[in-house]
């Protein structure tokens, strides 16, 4: 199945019902006076969340919805019936901009909450209503008004709470696969997430928790590169990051000097999103003698002398059991906290606020950018050049195995 999280789409409201010029005429009845009804309203256009769904690739496929207009009034004061309301099914973390103004509208994170993207039309009013002792013979009625037409871009942020955060190759996607129900591609050659993954960590009957796994970040991950930062906004739900270093890296890098330019490129996508808890995993351990182990922990400690660091090997079952009950408890003490401390719940909210407008802005920049090197090239294949030409790009779709 393909995972899409981005689309556009087109809603429109419908018109509100005419109001209907008409008076009574019947055998005996003199001077019946006006009897035109009014139209009914418009009908509305509504998103609603839906736990079912996890990718908002049926938009691809179609992008435009429109609910049903008012019909008009009639005779003998009889009022047309409401348009019938639109309900469109979209998955839960679904952010809602208005393309046109850049507003944005909603906020869809929790299961049924619905959303008014698109009002219908104000019905029409009919002739009876303008009857006075004054005007006992009205001529006028006035007529239903359109209903709200909008461009749409929805943005889908996976709910988890949990987000597992590192390099291409660090280990990510065979830790979730050990220690939930999710099953991601996983080999023994290098290669990157193409998609994210949600997995269930289940601790006990009545204990579980969400984690995310993320394509892995690179170096200028905050600027576009890489597959990473066109997920990283999926990290911004996530209440603790669980930032995994492959201890002997296939480059010969230094593990410390990859945690930091890591956080660094979170911290430029989003200077609100580094104070979420992070902590750190040491990934691939069981390649480590005990004596290399120990100084690599030591220099992720002085480094990070606030953090949370466990030596973990999701291969060798090693330190799995101890961060996943580690990482519940400390998501029932947040919950737990929130509900005491109104300050703190508060704080978190807070946060949560200013984490959505940094993804928002990083989202408009990113944009900006790509709308002025499509103009670039435009414009550069406008010019009368020799020689040969790079061929096109593609447009790629990633593919969720």
């Known amino acids: 199945m393909q995972f899409i999280d981005e689309a556009s789409i087109r809603v429109q409201a419908g018109k509100g019902g005419n109001g209907c010029l008409s008076f009574r005429r019947e055998k005996y009845v003199e001077r019946g006076g006006p009897d035109g009804g009014n139209g009914g309203d418009g ?13 908002l690739i049926d938009f691809r496929y179609q992008p435009a919805y429109q609910a049903r207009n008012g019909q008009g009034g009639g005779s003998r004061n009889k009022t047309g019936a409401r348009g019938e309301d639109i309900y469109v099914k979209v998955p839960m973390g679904t952010t809602v901009v208005d393309e046109e103004t850049q507003e944005v509208l909603g906020d869809l994170s929790a299961p049924e909450q619905i959303l008014l993207v698109a009002e219908g039309g104000s019905r029409g009013l009919g002739n009876a209503t303008f009857k006075s002792s004054t005007n006992r013979a009205p001529r006028k009625t006035t007529p239903g008004q359109l209903g709200e037409i909008r461009r749409l871009r929805l943005q889908l942020k996976l709910l988890a709470d949990v987000g597992l955060l590192g390099l291409p190759n660090a280990g990510k996607s065979t830790l979730i696969g050990q220690v939930s129900a999710a099953n991601p591609k996983v080999a023994d050659y290098p290669f990157t997430t193409l998609a994210p993954s ?25 600027q576009g590169a890489g597959l990473g930062a066109q997920f990283l906004r999926h990290l911004s739900r996530t209440k603790v990051l669980l930032h995994l270093v492959d201890v002997l890296p296939e480059d010969q890098s230094d593990p410390v000097d990859n945690a930091l330019a890591i956080e660094q490129e979170l911290a ?4 609100a999103l580094i104070e979420r808890p992070i902590w750190i995993g040491l990934s691939k351990v069981d390649q480590l003698d005990d004596e ?20 973990l090997s999701a291969l060798g079952d090693i330190g799995l059991t101890t961060v996943t009950r580690d990482l519940m408890q400390f998501l029932q003490e947040q919950l737990q906290r929130a509900a005491d401390d109104p300050d703190f719940a508060t704080y978190l909210s807070e946060l949560e606020r200013r984490i959505s407008d940094d993804v928002y802005l990083h989202s408009q920049r990113m944009r900006i950018k790509r709308l002025g090197e499509s103009e670039e090239e435009e414009s550069f294949d406008d010019e009368d050049v020799s020689g040969d030409l790079d061929e096109p790009e593609t447009e790629v779709i990633y593919v969720r195995e």
């Open 268 to 271: 430029e996508y989003s200077e």
């Open 43 to 55: 009908g509305n256009v509504f998103l609603v969340a839906d736990e079912a769904l996890n990718t």
């Open 198 to 222: 949600l997995g269930v960590v289940r601790i006990a009957a009545d204990a579980s928790f969400v984690m995310a796994d993320i394509p892995g970040l690179i170096v200028g991950a905050a």
């Open 292 to 311: 290399a182990l120990n100084i690599m922990l030591q220099e992720m400690a002085e480094t990070f002398p606030e953090r949370p660091i466990y030596a």
